[in-house]
Structures are given as C-alpha cells and as structure tokens.
C-alpha cells in the first residue's frame, strides 16, 4: 500500500485487519504496539496463536471448547452437574458468563452459533441436531433457551422450541427479561421495559 | 480464569488484552475468531508477529521504520528529497499519513512520541537531541512541526521551536489547523472553528 512501510509490518496490518471490527488504523496501533514492545513479548503472542489449533478442541457433548487431551467438557463429566438440565448458549463464552454466576449446576449446550438467514445460517450449521441426541440420551428434563433477545437469539430459541413441541416429558424456559440489576427506570430502553413489565412478578 | 476455558485459548486472550485499548471481551472475541478460522491463516499472524522485530528497524537518521537490510530510510536516501526541509512527526504512522497528500518533497523526522510529564515522557525519551545534530548536519533551512493539535503536540511543538531561538538560519512552521475540507460549520467543534477564523486568509 505504501512506499514508507517496510514489508513485514505491512503484511502484519493486513493480518490484524482480517479480526472482528478492526480497521486499517485499529490494526496499525496494534501492529507498532508489539513492535515497541520486546522480541519477547512478539514471541509469546505468535506462540500462543500458532499452538491454539492443537491445543483447543470442541467437546464433541456439549461443544464447549476444551483441552485437546480431554473427552469431554469437565462441565459435563463432572458427576455433581445435572445432567437432565441443558442451558443452551450461542457461544462458547456464553458458558462462561453463566459459570460466573455460580449458581447454575446443569450442563451447557453451544449451538456454535444463531439462525440468521441474511448471513445464510441455517439450523444443520447449528448442533441442533446433536441437541436432538442428547436430549434423548441423558433424558433431559429441562431446556434453559439462554440465547440473547437479539432477532436472531429470540428466533433461534423460538426454532428449538417448536421442534421440541410434541415432546411433553422436557419443560422449555427462556432466560427472564428486565430491568439489568443497578439501572434506573430513566436510563432503561422501551423494550426492556415493556418486557420486565410483561414479566412483572408479586412481592413474596 | 475459569474452570470453563482451555488454558492455550486463556492465555491467548491474556496476551491480546495487553493490546492498547483492547478489553477482556474483545480479547475473547479477537481469540475466537482466530480460533474459528483455520490454522493456517493462525500460522500466518503468528510468523508475522514473530518475525516482526528481526525484520523492520528505525532508520538511525529519521527514526522511521524501515527494512532491516536498509541502511537509512528510502525517503531520506532518496536524492529527489529536499534534505535541508523537515516535517517533524511523533509517530512512524504520520509519515504514511503526510506521504499520502504526494505533495510533500521533504525529509522527516520521527520523535517516537511527544512530550508528556504526566506519563514521564521527557525530551530525552524522544529522538530531540538527534534532531538538533541533524539539523546542523544537514543545514535545515525549514522546519515543519507535524505534531497533533493534543496538548501533548502543542507542548512538544513548543518545546522545539525554544530550543532553536537563537538560530536566524532557520523557518519552522506548524501545520495550518482549520475547518476539515468537506464539513459543514455547524459540525465543527468550537476550538477547531476559534483556529480558523484566527488562521483566516485573504482570497486571492
């Protein structure tokens, strides 16, 4: 692209700006910030990017990422979690999110993604099918549709929803809608109101 | 962090986060798409990266970044430059930034950031002292004071343009601050619009 440029580094920009949301300016900072910083420092970073495919796998269960080593996720495996309830997720890191809580003790399942037919995603691209299967091998009981409330994350959990409508033994639930914890009505958007009106519950 | 992520994937993310101005979420979402995309576009950022310091170097005149195998910047070695004129930058991304206008036939000087007390940034952590002998070295005639509008640009302009008082065989110049081509007055910010109407010329 320039002249001013020596190669190597123009060819790093270019591969930064291949990352979710970064431009050519974003990915020039990044580039010249590892520049500045050691040998050491650029060592570590390409090491932990080249290592990344051989070490990290999905758990062929749940599809949350693991270690290459293990079978199966260790929020699978791990015989206190109950089996018979699946919080479904969008992504690996929804997993996370929900861990964090610290008080939900069933498994996950991640869809590796959302229906959106605008970007040509369709249910066989998502672990639909997989969580078909399990449903029907681990017996499972409850179903927390745990995608967000975005079209594609109301649409999807409408989607498994239907598919599991005959099926009586399973209870389906959305995660509640509302006010977030600390916000005040002022600052609150009209959907979310309207929904944590919807969803108003009476004082114990 | 978390019982729930690999530890290959954890550590990526650590070291993406120390990025400038890159967060935990953008950190996992910069590791994921990596993580999604192939190994091999993983193995061409990771040599990138750590190629990057044995390959680029600053030019020891200007402190431009340049091939390892040049001796000085090929901006500076070119003979068509006028050498006894220098737009004075903080950063090596600036050069790229005037030398985009194709109108400028000088020489640069790069200052590798500018003057800040708050961030302990002093005039010896710049390259001011390599500035000055190459003025002498060179016989500069003008001097173009390229930095930012910032406080910290205005300031490192400042700063030079005392230190070279006393020298008559010299012309600095700042560049012109104005309205930006193509935006309306009324989207001009206050300061912006003060420094226009203060840089006002006449029409020919």
Chains 1, 2 share one sequence.
Do not use: W
């Not at 089996?83 to 008080?103: C, H, M, N, R, W």
């Not at 959106?116 to 179903?143: C, H």
């Not at 999807?156 to 599991?164: M, S």
């Not at 639930?173 to 944590?196: C, H, N, W, Y």
């Amino acid at each position: 692209m320039s002249l001013a440029l020596p190669k190597a580094l123009e060819k790093l920009i270019e591969k930064l700006e291949r990352l979710p949301g970064v431009g050519r300016r974003t990915a020039e900072r990044y580039a010249y910030d590892i520049l500045r910083g050691s040998a050491g420092y650029a060592k570590e970073i390409a090491d932990s990017i080249s290592g990344l495919h051989e070490s990290v796998k999905y758990c062929p269960v749940t599809f949350s990422l693991i270690e290459k080593d293990d079978e199966v996720s260790p929020l699978y495996s791990d015989s206190s979690r109950d089996k018979t309830t699946i919080a479904v997720v969008a992504q690996p890191f929804d997993v996370i999110a929900l861990e964090s809580t610290g008080e939900y003790k069933g498994t996950y399942h991640v869809l590796k993604g959302l229906l959106s037919p605008i970007d040509g995603i369709a249910p066989e691209d998502l672990t639909i099918k997989e969580l078909l299967e399990r449903i029907e091998n681990d017996k499972v009981k409850e179903l927390i549709l745990a995608t967000s409330g975005s079209v594609e994350g109301e649409s999807t959990a409408l989607y498994i929803q239907k598919l599991l409508e005959d099926n009586k033994k399973i209870t389906i639930s959305r995660l509640a809608r509302g006010l977030p914890v600390g916000l005040d009505l002022e600052f609150a958007d009209q959907i979310t109101l309207s929904k944590a009106l919807e969803g108003r519950r009476p004082m114990p």
